[in-house]
């Protein structure tokens, strides 16, 4: 009889290169939780990480870990005090819940509160599972016309909300994207929702520069910088020279770093108009050399982006008007029982977004 309680199929790790797909217990709500049926889970480079390395910088492993924080699925059973949704509810799930009511909190900017709850930080679990219960108020209704897949995009164009927004991304802005990875393609799609005028994004593959276009950027360059082919592609001032080069002549107002690559960086600060924002999405090493100078007398802004606060009812209201479409992303779908061979795919860094189908019923998108 015990033994039928842990149906909760799970994917966890255990330590560094230890994945495991094990059946839990099914969790039970608390008063202001609800209780979740998960459809739809995304695989992150940060779920990657933690498999791979069992930690991601100051933050380590030290027990089992249920990975997943790119979620959508139906709410199955309410919490108590929980008003605002009932079963069968489908939901999009911010996997970042802030645990007390601290001054970033009050002023709005939860995702600096360094207690927050996070899905797959440890220590705290993620949603990658058939059940999950998470606070109420971090789960958003979906319109009939947003699917759980966009539900679970949601995530990471949060990131390119809030960067663009940081940013300062609005109408007529020229834009240079570092990167065209899940994080710089949705910084990409924002950016051009939000009005940008000219995008160019920078990778060192073309294929992932294929996808780019197909998404909207305006330019494509193919980087050399801090790879082998650096001696025929040229080095950061390079770098910024072909950007300007796109647009024309004229430098990007605002420029987007998605690699964490330090010779992105440099390239980024070189690229950046004077008086212009360079925002910092991507986490590379703790310290980096940096043409610090060049920034300063050219008052280039230099300001860091930490996932995203105030972005799940904006995102769902753009995808439900389809002012941007974050569907092609998806290159890959497994169902929840085969999640090892999804990660290993991730890991190849084949495709864009592979999604996770939680739901043996139901494999829809
Ligand atoms: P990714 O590894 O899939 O993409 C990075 C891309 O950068 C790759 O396509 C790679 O080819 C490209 N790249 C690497 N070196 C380059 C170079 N020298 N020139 C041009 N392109 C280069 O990762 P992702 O999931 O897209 O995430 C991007 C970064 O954003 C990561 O560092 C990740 O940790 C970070 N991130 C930050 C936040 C945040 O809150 N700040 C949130 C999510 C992800
Ligand atoms: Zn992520």
């Not at 393609?185 to 996808?211: H, N, P, Q």
């Not at 090493?285 to 904006?314: H, Q, S």
Request: glycine letters at 10%; one cysteine or more; aromatic letters at 6%.
């Amino acid at each position: 009889h015990e033994m039928a309680a842990l149906n909760n199929t799970s994917v966890v790790v255990y330590a560094a290169k230890d994945l495991r797909l094990v059946n839990r217990e099914m969790p039970v709500p608390g008063p202001n939780e609800v209780l979740l049926k998960m459809h739809s889970v995304g695989i992150c480079g940060s779920d990657v990480h933690y498999w791979q390395h069992g930690r991601i910088g100051d933050f380590v492993l030290q027990e089992p870990m249920v990975l997943g924080h790119e979620a959508a699925g139906t709410v199955c059973a309410v919490g108590a005090s929980v008003t605002h949704l009932v079963p069968g509810d489908r939901v999009a799930i911010e996997p970042g819940v802030p645990r007390e009511n601290d001054e970033f909190c009050k002023n709005g900017r939860y995702n600096l509160s360094p207690s927050i709850f996070f899905c797959a930080t440890p220590p705290d679990h993620g949603s990658l599972c058939r059940y999950y219960t998470h606070s109420a108020s971090f789960c958003y209704k979906l319109p009939d016309n947003v699917s759980y897949e966009e539900g679970a995009l949601v995530e990471p164009l949060s990131v390119g909300i809030h960067a663009c927004r940081r940013a300062g991304v609005s109408l007529g802005s020229y834009v240079f994207i570092c990167g065209a990875g899940p994080i710089g393609l949705v910084c990409l799609l924002v950016a051009k929702g939000m009005g940008a005028a000219k995008v160019v994004i920078t990778d060192l593959s073309s294929e992932r520069l294929a996808k780019a276009r197909e998404l909207g950027a305006d330019f494509v360059l193919l980087s050399g910088a801090g790879s082998e082919a650096e001696a025929s592609l040229g080095g950061p001032q390079d770098m910024a020279r072909r950007v300007a080069e796109c647009l024309g002549g004229t430098p990007p107002d605002i420029s987007i770093e998605c690699t964490g690559a330090e010779a992105c960086v440099q390239a980024s600060i070189y690229a950046t108009r004077s008086g212009g924002v360079l925002v910092l999405v991507g986490m590379g090493p703790k310290l980096m050399t940096l043409p610090i100078l060049n920034a300063a007398v050219r008052e280039v802004d230099i300001r860091g982006v930490f996932r995203y606060c105030n972005t799940w009812p904006m995102a769902i209201a753009m995808l439900a008007s389809r002012h941007v479409d974050v569907q092609p992303l998806v290159t890959h779908r497994f169902p929840l029982s085969s999640a090892l061979e999804a990660f290993e795919v991730t890991r190849q860094g084949k495709g864009i977004k592979v999604m996770i189908k939680c739901d043996p019923d139901d494999e829809q998108p």
